[in-house]
Nanobody, 127 residues
Framework: DVQLQACGGGLVQAGGYLRLACVGS?????????VGWFRQAPGKEREGISS????????YYSDSVQGRFTISSDSAKNTVYLQMNSLKPEDTGVYYC???????????????????WGQGTLVTVSS
């Protein structure tokens, strides 16, 4: 049974930082899987913000997080991280991780087309 466990959310002040983790079970995340982070702000659609392709380590970011967020992976822990720095109130939302065998980035892939999803973790950035 494949599961993706997203964790690390919380309440932080603007300018602060958090590190989210996506832990895989029943799936080896560095075995040809592309893992992406998505977020859904209140009243808005879910958007892709970052992705890492395990086949070559390529990383991708949306314009809204480029330069502030960093995605990385730890094969030994079967975990993909999202380091979020210089957080802004508009970063508030529920953050999800997802995995698919698509090469490249998951950012622009329709959410309904992505194979596996984890449950969300809430990030709240106060002003």
């Amino acid at each position: 049974d494949v599961q993706l466990q997203a964790c690390g959310g919380g309440l932080v002040q603007a300018g602060g930082y958090l590190r989210l983790a996506c832990v895989g079970s029943g799936i080896t995340l560095d075995d040809h899987w592309t893992v992406g982070w998505f977020r859904q702000a209140p009243g808005k659609e879910r958007e892709g913000i970052s992705s890492i392709d395990s086949s070559d380590g390529s990383t991708y970011y949306s314009d809204s997080v480029q330069g502030r967020f960093t995605i990385s992976s730890d094969s030994a822990k079967n975990t993909v991280y999202l380091q979020m720095n210089s957080l802004k109130p508009e970063d508030t939302g529920v953050y999800y991780c997802a995995a698919d065998l698509i090469e490249g980035s998951l950012i622009s892939v329709a959410t309904g087309d992505i194979y596996y999803w984890g449950q969300g973790t809430l990030v709240t950035v106060s002003s």
